[in-house]
């Protein structure tokens, strides 16, 4: 199994570890102390020698931060955490805030003592999160503290060792471009920004510059890296030699020159002094602006020049991709089928994420199940109500009558990686939780059949997911899609559909569709394909070419949860259509037991049958 269900061993309760941290800032002539949940290479994932945030508050999401003052601790979280922050932290000691609405600088604005000494370190916070938090402190006439050791691994005695894991090589027949003609379009971004150099410090660009992955991280194919590129030489790839075989060191020295990832300081400052180098200000660590500063060069704010590229797939990784959805889809379809088949409270959320999990590997062929793309979020009930919610022994509970089910899972293979949501009714559904699942596929539906102009934004086509569920006085507190990569990580930016998401949608890019509804304390509903951005193409009578989705997800969505009387027409026709699509893609690929529950659950829908017989 690529994922464990153990429950922590020991809850962080009480404040043992805040006043050892206290002890710290006290040694240091704080006041404030600023824990965010990163690492020094701003994973999402972190390895476990970075869950400082997890190992403080108990806080185990993957998007957070602390601030910790003499007195208060407090907890920033997103709209997919809420619910889940609370419970694992003890509210005795911790309060939780927004960290979309109330970010930790607009709250040190207006609860940090009048000339705090506010510590940070200087790895963990990128140029633009730097940037706010010295407006924070002058504005409380306050002093921001770059520190030279972290606070928290000073206090942590069992920290885990820095992740050594080997790499390998991401073969041609799967990355479809070689490093070489990827550095063509590096080299040409440092020449648009009149630059020296450019520190890569995402390991997805990392590893998908150089075609390799690694396993630094959990389901996340990526090894721990910097990488610098220069505009008169090779690039340098900075890494832990441990992780290198000779075969992948053969194959990285006829692109790069290797240096240990120990020399990263050293390096970037003798290529600094009268440099122009870029960083990007979302992603670098302030430390490595304050490398090339101190040594006499010129930090160019800019974006990371393999970011945009990486994400808009070429024809190797689009065609790889889709046939990862088809032997995924053929999983998660199995899985269904063995699900309804299962009585209702005879099995548990441990249960069943462990059986889809077994139907991948089975299904994998000669493409092995490299990982899961993150932890399977199997929830049912209340706790298909938590976003982002991940089942343990503690929290596991049967699969009831009357009740829904929602499971988000995905797949790592060397073609592609793949993300789905399917929401499943155990036993009769009732009529409430048809309307709200029948709003949710109303909005997915959207932006399946979005037609767009060049130059559209996910921003600009948010709202699409999102009307059905606001017509009836209701809304879901993540993003509509993020970007997803090629044996990459799950979550790719820059491309989102979300209420932030600025980046021009390009054709290539591969994106999740998946609106939701969440009733505390009794179920969540989300549907989630993902979806390829198309090239332009003609619409019969318009007056311009226009840009749409492919979906590449396979699976069928419970038609038990459809009432078809609020589907119009063209949202009809669609639901049909992909069904038949979904059929006609993997009868072939299924057990003939799977083929007859396959037929039923594609069967079309017409609107004059009443839900409760659909």
């Known amino acids: 199994m690529f994922q464990n269900f153990s429950a922590p061993e ?3 309760t009480g404040n043992s570890r805040l006043q050892a941290l206290r002890n710290q800032m006290e040694q240091h002539s704080l006041d404030t102390l600023v824990v965010p949940h990163a690492d020094e290479q701003r994973n999402e994932y972190l390895p476990a020698s970075a869950e400082r945030l997890a190992w403080l508050s108990g806080f185990t999401g993957s998007a957070g931060e602390a601030v910790i003052t003499k007195n208060e601790a407090v907890i920033f979280v997103d709209g997919r955490y809420t619910l889940q922050s609370a419970q694992q932290t003890d509210a005795e000691f911790w309060t939780v805030e927004s960290l979309i609405e109330t970010p930790s600088h607009k709250w040190l604005r207006h609860n940090a003592i009048p000339g705090a000494r506010i510590g940070f370190d200087p790895w963990l916070h990128t140029l633009n999160e730097v940037k706010n938090l010295k407006a924070a402190a002058k504005e409380i006439d306050g002093e921001l503290i770059a520190l030279k050791n972290n606070l928290v691994d000073a206090v942590w005695t069992d920290r885990p ?8 090589i991401h073969d041609f027949t799967y990355a479809g471009k070689p490093t070489r003609k990827k ?9 648009s920004e009149n630059a020296n150099a450019c520190v890569l410090s995402d390991p997805s660009s990392v590893c998908w510059l150089f075609n390799i992955r690694g396993h630094d991280v959990a389901h996340t194919p990526i090894t721990l890296a910097h990488a610098i590129l220069r505009d008169d030489k090779e690039p340098i790839l900075l890494i832990d030699s441990k992780k290198l075989d000779i075969e992948v060191k053969a194959f990285l020295t006829q692109v790069c020159e290797l240096r240990d990832a120990s020399e990263l300081t050293e390096t970037l400052a003798s290529l600094s002094p009268n440099s122009r180098i870029i960083l990007d200000p979302n992603l670098a660590a302030y430390a490595l602006h304050s490398i ?12 990371d020049p393999a970011r945009l590229p990486r994400a808009i797939k070429n024809k190797t990784e689009i065609d790889g991709t889709r046939n990862a959805h088809l032997r995924d ?3 998660v379809t199995s899985f269904l089928a063995w699900l309804d088949q299962q009585s209702s409270g005879s099995v548990d959320e441990i249960t069943v994420a462990k059986k889809l999990e077994q139907m991948r590997t089975d299904m994998a062929g000669n493409m092995p199940l490299r990982d899961i793309s993150f932890d399977t979020i199997s929830g049912s009930g209340p706790n298909g109500a938590i976003v982002h919610y991940r089942v343990d022994e503690s929290t596991n509970r049967k699969l009831q009558e009357g009740e829904l089910y929602l499971c988000d899972s995905g797949a790592q293979h060397d073609d592609g990686t793949t993300d789905i949501t399917r929401t499943v009714a155990i036993g009769e559904p009732s009529n409430d939780q048809r309307k709200m699942f029948t709003l949710v596929l109303k909005g997915h539906i959207g932006i399946a059949l979005a037609r767009f102009p060049k130059g559209t934004r996910g921003v600009d086509i948010d709202v699409l997911a ?9 809304d879901y507190a993540h993003g509509t899609g993020h970007g997803v990569g090629s044996y990459l990580s799950v979550h790719e930016g820059p491309q989102s559909i979300s209420k932030r998401g600025m980046q021009e949608l390009l054709p290539g890019m591969i994106i999740s569709n998946e609106p939701g509804y969440y009733r505390t304390g009794e179920f969540g509903i989300r549907i989630e394909n993902l979806v390829l951005v198309r090239e332009e193409m003609d619409i019969a009578g318009g007056d311009q070419l226009m840009l749409g989705f492919e979906t590449l997800t396979l699976a069928p969505i419970d038609q038990r949860l459809i009432d078809p009387t609020m589907l119009t027409d063209d949202e009809l026709h669609w639901l049909n259509a992909y069904h038949g699509h979904v059929r006609r893609q993997l009868e072939p690929l299924v057990e003939d037991r799977v083929v007859n529950w396959l037929r039923s659950a594609t069967e079309p ?5 009443p839900a409760a017989s659909a």
């Not at 550095?183 to 020449?191: C, D």
């Not at 090339?292 to 974006?303: K, M, N, P, R, Y």
């Open 183 to 191: 550095l063509e379009a590096m080299q040409a971004a440092m020449v």
């Open 10 to 12: 020991k809850p962080v």
């Open 329 to 331: 889809g053929a999983a």
């Open 161 to 168: 060792a820095l992740p050594s894991e080997p790499v390998s």
């Open 466 to 474: 999102r009307m059905p569920l606001w017509q009836h006085g209701a």
């Open 292 to 303: 090339i500063e101190d040594a006499g060069g010129t930090v160019v704010s800019a974006s």
């Open 605 to 609: 829908m017409v609107q004059n049958l």
